[in-house]
């Protein structure tokens, strides 16, 4: 059962976030040696509860770990070049949390507009918003549509270490494109849920085979990930597009001996957005292939399937209503074929939600679920089985400076 409340230290740097945030706003923005150097940050809390299923955690009794904490700084050196960084502080179920760790932290030389080059830990580009999903006030939803934005792996998948190239051309009359090639590695942090997921699975052969594999020295490792993104801007209002493409291998390690790997061949995923006058649609569909072994056996090597549509509409211009058609299925080929671990590998998911922006830095969002499936980690959370029907509310209060 979740704790109601934070610990000692959250409860510290809680309270000196709010001090933060009453300092004049003057002082958001400050001059360093000439330089501008920009100050910015965010501070959510939010409250979640599930029926019949937990949902990113111990969720069906009711949780506060909704908690997160940014502050990210720019410093625009020269006219190409510029430092930046966010420090990030989570408290979130399914998160590497309780912790500050760096979000991004990037060099980046702007040599022109067609090119430039960003070094650090960079944010890696999937569909139009994963590199957005910081910034809450950005977007209707409390959580991006889980078939592609998957909140498991955003503490893992948010951003790499490494590097990327990235440019905008313009077209002409028919408007530009914004487009990145990166790669590096991404750190999987020990407490993140695909370490644990890896120290699951290992716990489970050891019950199934009786055997006594200590999983203390489990490590999950990425050994690269790549890939590439195009952003499509055309010159009709409203209207903006993406293809992203990401290339995957990872191992987990305990000891000497790998226990299991992932190589994800391909996630594609194709992104279209609209918005006419009070109305934005968008839907974005993916196909990631991959192959899973574990301990050199081959139990995945098919193609899984996602898509989603999402309809708002803004009656007033401080208020949101949006209404989200959501699918996940673990096997394209074959949507409805169930295993013993998980008899419903799919999630089908109907909900609506509400934002009320109540002045220009505070912003008030509620949102209902209604799921059917139990595909993407649901048994993690539900060791004693999952429900196929559930459902999961969620309330947040955001403030950005």
Known sequence: MSSFFPSARSQILFLTTIFCLLLPTSLWAIDLAGNKVQLHGFLTQGYMESVENNFLGDTMDGTFRLTEIGININAQLTDKFRLGGQALYCNLPAAS??????????????????????????????????????????????????????????????????????????????????????????????????????????????????????????????????????????????????????????????????????????????????????????TEYCETDRRQEQFHVTTLDTPSQAWYMLLSYSPTQVLTLSLLYDEYFRLKNNHYESTSLNPYPWRKDLAVSLRYDITENWTFKAEWHTVDGTALYSGYFNPQGAERYWQYGTLKLSFNF
């Open 97 to 282: 949390t309780d912790k500050v760790r760096a979000d991004w932290l990037v060099a980046d030389y702007h040599f022109s507009d067609p090119f430039g080059v960003r070094l650090g830990k960079v944010k890696m580009p999937m569909g139009l918003y994963n590199m957005e999903r910081d910034s809450d006030f950005l977007r209707p939803l409390i959580f991006l549509p889980q078939s592609i934005y998957d909140e498991t792996l955003r503490d893992s998948w948010q951003s790499l270490w490494g590097g990327d190239m990235y440019g905008n051309l313009f077209l002409s009359k028919w408007g530009d494109i914004d487009y990145q090639l990166f790669g590096g590695r991404i750190q999987y942090e020990d407490d993140s849920l695909a370490t644990l997921a890896s120290t699951e699975f290992v716990n489970r052969y050891n019950q199934q085979y009786s055997l006594f594999l200590s999983t203390e020295d489990l490590d999950r490792q990425n050994n690269y990930v790549y890939g590439a993104a195009l952003f499509f801007n055309p010159s009709l209002k409203g209207l903006r597009g993406s293809l992203t493409l990401l290339v995957l291998d990872d191992d987990s390690w305990l000891n000497e001996y790998q226990v299991s790997s992932l190589r994800i061949k391909s996630k594609i995923v194709a992104s279209l957005e609209y918005s006419w006058k009070k109305f934005s649609f968008t």
